[in-house]
């Protein structure tokens, strides 16, 4: 299994391939960005060089990192019984709405927040429903010849470089807010994702589709290690190559941009809450633990850190609607 990740241990920051146990860097001036850049093949070739010839560290030895500095993500909203939650925890409504059905629909999210495995998640300022979201994600690689644009979905396949896990945190109480202005969220998602624990190249689930191009794999999250939700990837509306191909049209999609399935069923609190018709179970607090499974790419786990306490509304000021300057 190739496995692409960033480290830190005692000799810096490096980027390289994780096997059998030990992490192996690339050469100097590569990192993992150059790799999806240079396309699945090429960084296939590097790694058989890299694996035979590199010294090995211990992953046991190392810090994982953020496996690689995204040029954007798209999130989207896949999975039909997340939505069918969340709608009646979020506007108390039942149901999913028809337009769900028509297209995918995704959001760009915050790429300078992205996080690691690892790492401590601080509660944003207003917030008191922290929450979180399990997804796999899809990382875009160079195809030669193609510009990734308006792309069918047999060739939005090839650009496919590999799949990730993606926690995109969620302040519910912030999201809910926005989204009664018919656009967002911003401040309720922009806090922090996290991607990891590394990239594992799609060749190493093409026998694992189904027929449709779905995957069948098990996604599961914990908090404080007990079981909170568990689902199929294969239960996505959508595979992700329409995903990918969907995202292309009248529009682009290039190397090192980052596709997340949206939650799967039962992958965030707000969805259980909006089932169970109360907050259980309950929002995030300071100290634990969230720790996400998925077959065939691993592990990532993070703490939730401390709420920061700062006053970060800024009101609307109530305006005169003068279409002609007033006079000084």
């Known amino acids: ?114 996080t690691g495995t690892g790492e401590v998640i601080g509660i944003p300022a207003g917030c008191t429903d922290l929450d979180f979201e399990t997804e796999v994600a899809a990382v875009v690689g160079h195809v030669p010849g193609s510009d990734g644009r308006n792309l069918t979905a047999e060739e939005a396949h090839r650009h496919i470089f590999g799949y990730t896990i993606l926690n995109d945190w969620s302040a519910r109480d912030l999201q809910r807010r926005e989204m009664k202005v018919s656009l967002g969220p911003c401040k309720g998602k922009d806090f922090a994702n996290t991607l990891g624990p590394w990239i594992v190249t799609a060749d190493e689930f093409e026998d694992r589709q189904d027929a449709e191009g779905f995957l069948p794999i098990s996604m599961a999250v914990e908090v404080n290690g007990e079981q909170i939700g568990q689902d199929l990837l294969s239960n996505m509306g959508w595979p992700f190559a329409e995903l990918v191909a969907y995202a292309s049209q009248d529009s682009v999609v290039k190397p090192g941009d980052v596709l997340g399935s949206g939650t799967c069923g039962s992958g965030c609190l707000a969805e259980l809450w909006g089932r169970n018709g109360a907050q259980t179970p309950p929002p995030l607090t300071t100290g634990d633990v969230v720790r996400m499974t998925v077959e065939g790419i691993g592990t990532i786990e993070n703490t939730v850190g401390a709420r920061r306490e700062a006053v970060t509304r800024i009101p609307a000021q109530t305006r005169p609607r003068n279409r002609v300057a007033t006079a000084k």
């Open 1 to 114: 299994m190739v496995k692409i990740a960033r480290w830190n241990d005692d000799g810096g920051t490096h980027a390289g391939f994780v096997a059998g146990g030990n992490c192996y860097a690339l050469p100097p001036g590569h990192t993992v960005n150059t790799l999806v850049e240079a396309g699945l093949s090429e960084a296939l070739k590097l790694a058989d060089e890299t694996v035979g010839s590199a010294p090995p560290v211990p992953l046991t030895r190392v810090t994982l990192l953020v496996p690689l500095v995204p040029a954007t993500i798209r999130d989207f909203v896949a999975f039909e019984e997340h939505v069918e939650g969340v709608r009646k925890s979020i506007d108390g409504a039942a149901g999913v709405v028809a337009e769900w059905y028509e297209a995918p629909t995704f959001y760009f999210t915050n790429p300078h927040t992205v």
